[in-house]
């Protein structure tokens, strides 16, 4: 058995020792295991169903050459087709298996937590801001996901200056975790009268939402502090204290919610979203390092990394980490980014692939 099949068959005794454990009452009393064992389960499904598929094309591969000793010519020749046709189809299944034998990053199955802020450029870039916040909300509901803003503060002539949200689906960090860094702008604003292209930028940060037990919050290590909701252009939005700030002691880090007229959902709302930062704070070490390694991950401390440009005269955009460039700007910022993405998931799986075999 070659060690390839010998790895699969591992991994599917594991599957099967898994199906058993999550059924086992025990289990099932232990929230924090059964969600871990749970996830698992789906993950290894995904292999087992590739090396059945493999296992199968292996065997019948046995049997065409088989076939081929026989002294029917027809027989032969159907064999022969057969065989060919099997054979061409192995080495993307090899391929296939070998991506799904690389560990995976725990955090791609997560909800994420995304926050987009204007950069340089004033207006224009809280303009821009605005623009990639519906660019995103459209892929959003392109996936069928669920988003729910949590902060916002508005620019002064539209957009956005800093705009956060949770966004809550199947594996959506390991899809938008492709955005982090730093995107440019190239137009002629609004605000521009002599009709000069201008460079504005926004930094887009995605980060896996941490899960209650990833995190053991000391209600002693917060601050909270409550004040009234404010919209646009400095209107109270209701009179009562339901904004909440969080701040937590150890680490600094503040966090604050005024998104809902409820205070006890805006106080929800915060908890989940420092958890995350506080969590981010450790993942922040494992981005540096595979940043590093890997051109298609920008660490998510790192906000200088330009990933990305949106030129409008030329209506391209550019991935400046894998050198590709799309003339289809105005189908790419209405949500169509899907496209790009698969091309960078691509090009990681490649780059896994290296690291893996080195």
């Given at each position: ?14 599957f ?17 295991r ?30 065409a ?18 065989l ?21 990053d725990p ?27 519906r660019?995103?909300?459209?892929f ?13 503060s ?54 896996p ?75 922040q ?74």
């Amino acid at each position: 058995m070659s060690s390839l099949l010998e790895k699969l068959e591992g991994i599917r005794l594991r599957f099967e020792e898994v199906g058993t454990l999550i059924t086992d009452p025990e289990v099932i009393s232990d929230t924090k295991r059964y969600i871990k064992l749970n996830k698992e389960y789906k993950e290894l499904e995904k292999v087992v169903d590739v090396y059945k598929t493999y296992k199968n094309i292996l065997e019948n591969i046995g049997n065409a050459k088989e076939m081929l000793r026989e002294d029917d010519p027809e027989m032969k020749e159907m064999a022969k087709m057969e065989l060919d046709e099997l054979e061409a189809k192995l080495p993307g299944l090899e391929e296939d298996v070998k991506i799904l034998l690389i560990p995976s990053d725990p955090e791609d199955s997560k909800n994420a937590v995304m926050e987009i802020r204007a950069g340089a450029g004033g207006d224009e870039a809280s303009i821009f801001a605005g623009d990639l916040f519906r660019m995103y909300t459209k892929f959003i509901e392109k996936k069928g996901w669920k988003v729910e803003i949590t902060n916002i503060s508005e620019g002064t002539s539209g957009g956005y200056k800093e705009i956060v949200m949770n966004i809550t689906g199947n594996g959506v960090y390991g899809i938008l975790k492709y955005e982090s860094g730093v995107h440019r702008v190239q137009r002629v604003p609004q605000t521009e009268t002599q009709g000069r292209v201008h460079t504005s930028a926004a930094s887009v940060a995605v980060l896996p939402e941490a899960e209650e037990f990833d995190i053991d919050l000391r209600p002693e290590d917060i601050r909270k502090d409550t004040y009234c909701s404010s919209g646009p252009g400095g209107q109270s939005v209701n009179t009562t204290y339901s904004a909440i700030r969080l701040t937590h002691t150890p680490t600094g880090i503040v966090v604050t919610c005024q998104d809902q007229k409820s205070q006890l959902k805006n106080l929800d709302k915060a908890m989940a979203e420092l958890r995350t930062r506080i969590y981010n704070l450790e993942y922040q070490k494992y981005m540096d390092e595979i940043s590093s390694k890997r051109k298609t991950m920008v660490s998510t401390g790192d906000r200088s990394a330009k990933i990305r440009t949106y030129n409008y005269p030329q209506g391209r955009v550019t991935d400046h980490r894998i050198n590709l460039t799309l003339y289809n700007l105005p189908v790419i910022i209405d949500g169509d980014l899907q496209q790009i993405i698969d091309k960078l998931i691509v090009e990681e799986n490649a780059e896994r692939l290296k690291e893996s075999e080195m």
